[in-house]
């Protein structure tokens, strides 16, 4: 979206046509304040609670205290309390028990975990073993909508299917499908799963690039050597796969060249509407095993009771999640997976604005209501389980919005949110930005495909409209490209890792900005009588 800029006097006016109460709401907006983001933040990402494990010491005390700020903030509980449970099955790797290797006649080679490979399990079973033919199945996309199958019908039942990360390109000279360089659910790899179980394959493995994962091979070996968790079976689902994995783009380039593939030009092929899978005549046999528990994480739950004799019986909902990976493999000589910008900084943030509704005076007029989430970092498993079972009925909640890292570098003269153009909610995104003199950026990173990565996400799929709401990049007094660069900078060096800490000098004034806006766009959407809507 282009840059605006308005007269002061004109913002003003603005501001003042916002809200039927606009002096009311500027008031409970101010209460959101630095030093109170600052000690929420401290205390979060602090070593004491040992990274916000799912099911930990850690985030027991985190949700114990998120529990704590909201009754102080005087936000109310639902019906049953403040902490929904959770049931989690967790699977923790042993690492001398996970081997993968592959052969094709006289061939062999073998995939070393975790520098060539990862696997873990999703079923509850403690270990699994795989062996069979491994398909290429292009990018393992089924999409009638844009005349796009990878499987066609091939039978892949039982055996190992391996497939591109990302959604397919364009085909050159034809009109652009999916959508474009921006990443859709066909391009996450948690689709890429669904789509390799209603197919019956045994076990998928994802070919691994930066680009096309949004992320670094650093990135999978934090996030997937650790404890893995998922929900229990559901009996509606699809049948769990035995195995699945990533494997690096060298080492799939390695595997097929033993019977004369490659990968580049599989690639080519894969870009294909008449792409037709690829019987490799390459045998792999995987083997994991590990230490399977069960386990309960929680969700914290507010609500602000709106004022409406109707409208009451409706609700925003905002959404934070305050887990992270707990104690993993040291870097550094540090141990302790803090996540400090993810997402206690969303946490600090979201706790604000909840005593801010708790202060509007009128109420809103829809209720406000408050998920702290777990188990987001394993595949937005506490929002899943919200969505699965409401404590509040979904079909009665009208907008979603997300906070997942609040900034910590300072004020900015711009806004951004992931999933402006999909609803209503973006031009309401817009209008506070506009009368706050902030222009709207559009998404920074749409290739990473930041919508289906958080918790908002789970509430899209079952029909409530979403925005993922990010913070700003172009920073006050700095060059125009100081922010991507910070950003670069801590997705290189931080993120999914220790350093991803505290750190006093942290400028939450930025993260006061994105609160404040926050507030009022939710504030919006409560009082305005028509829901919001999907375009």
Not at 327 to 342: F, R
Not at 518 to 530: I, K
Request: charged share 20%.
């Amino acid at each position: 979206m282009p840059r605006r800029r308005f007269h002061p006097l004109v913002v003003a006016c603005i501001g003042v046509l916002l809200l039927p109460d606009s002096g009311a709401a500027q008031d409970a907006a101010s209460s959101i304040q630095a030093s109170e983001v600052r000690a929420h933040l401290a205390f979060l990402a602090d070593d004491a609670l040992e990274g916000r494990a799912p099911g930990g010491r850690g985030a027991a005390l985190a949700a114990r205290y998120i529990r704590s700020q909201l009754v102080r903030a005087g936000v109310e509980s639902l019906r049953g309390g403040y902490f929904q449970s959770v049931p989690l099955i967790g699977w923790r790797p042993d690492p001398q028990r996970i081997s993968a290797d592959y052969a094709a006649g006289d061939s062999t080679g073998v995939l070393a975990f975790p520098d060539d490979v990862v696997l873990w399990l999703d079923s509850g079973a403690d270990s699994a073993a795989v062996s069979g033919e491994v398909v290429f199945a292009g990018y393992g996309v089924v999409a009638p909508e844009f005349d796009w199958d990878d499987y066609k019908d091939h039978d892949v039942r039982g055996r190992i299917v391996l497939v591109l990360s990302n959604d397919p390109p364009s085909p050159p000279g034809q009109d652009v499908i999916f959508d474009g360089d921006a990443m859709t659910y066909y391009g996450r790899y948690t689709y890429k799963i669904e789509e390799a179980r209603r197919h019956g394959a045994a076990a998928l493995i994802i070919v691994h690039t930066p680009a096309g994962a949004g992320y670094p091979w650093s990135v999978v070996h934090s996030s997937w050597t650790g404890e893995q968790l998922a929900l229990p079976f559901d009996s509606t689902d699809d049948p769990p796969l035995a195995l699945q994995g990533w494997i690096t783009f060298n080492a799939a380039r390695r595997m097929l060249r033993t019977v004369g593939l490659e990968i580049d030009e599989l690639y080519v092929r894969a870009a294909r509407r008449d792409f037709q899978p690829v019987a490799t005549g390459i045998t792999m046999r995987l083997r994991a095993a590990g230490r399977v528990r069960e386990l309960t994480g929680t969700n914290v739950i507010g609500i602000v009771r709106g004022s409406h004799e109707e409208r009451r019986n409706e609700a925003v909902i905002y959404t934070a999640h305050f887990d992270h990976l707990g104690i993993g493999a040291p870097v550094n000589g540090d141990s302790i997976y803090n996540g400090a910008y993810d997402n206690a900084s969303g946490v600090a943030l979201l706790l604000e604005i909840a005593e801010a509704f708790a202060l509007q005076q009128p109420r809103p007029e829809r209720s406000i209501l408050f998920l702290f989430t777990t188990a987001e970092e394993a595949g937005m498993l506490g929002a899943t389980w919200f969505v699965r079972h409401p404590t509040f009925p979904i079909e009665r909640i009208v907008a979603a919005l997300n906070i997942d890292g609040a900034n910590l570098w300072g004020e900015t003269e711009d806004l951004s949110a992931v999933g402006l153009e999909r609803s209503t909610l973006g031009a309401t995104y817009e209008k506070h930005a506009t009368a706050m003199g902030l222009h709207v950026e559009a998404e920074r990173a749409p290739d990473k495909g930041f919508f289906f990565r958080s918790d908002h996400f789970p509430f899209a799929r079952a029909g409530v409209p979403a925005l993922y709401l990010d913070h700003g990049i172009i920073f006050r007094n700095r060059p125009d490209d100081w922010g991507i660069a910070t950003l670069s900078r801590y997705e290189a060096e931080r993120y999914h890792k220790p350093d991803d800490e505290f750190d006093p000098s942290f400028d939450l004034a930025g993260a006061v900005q994105q609160g404040r806006h926050a507030f009022l766009v939710g504030l919006d959407v409560a009082n305005t009588p028509e829901r919001p809507a999907w375009y």
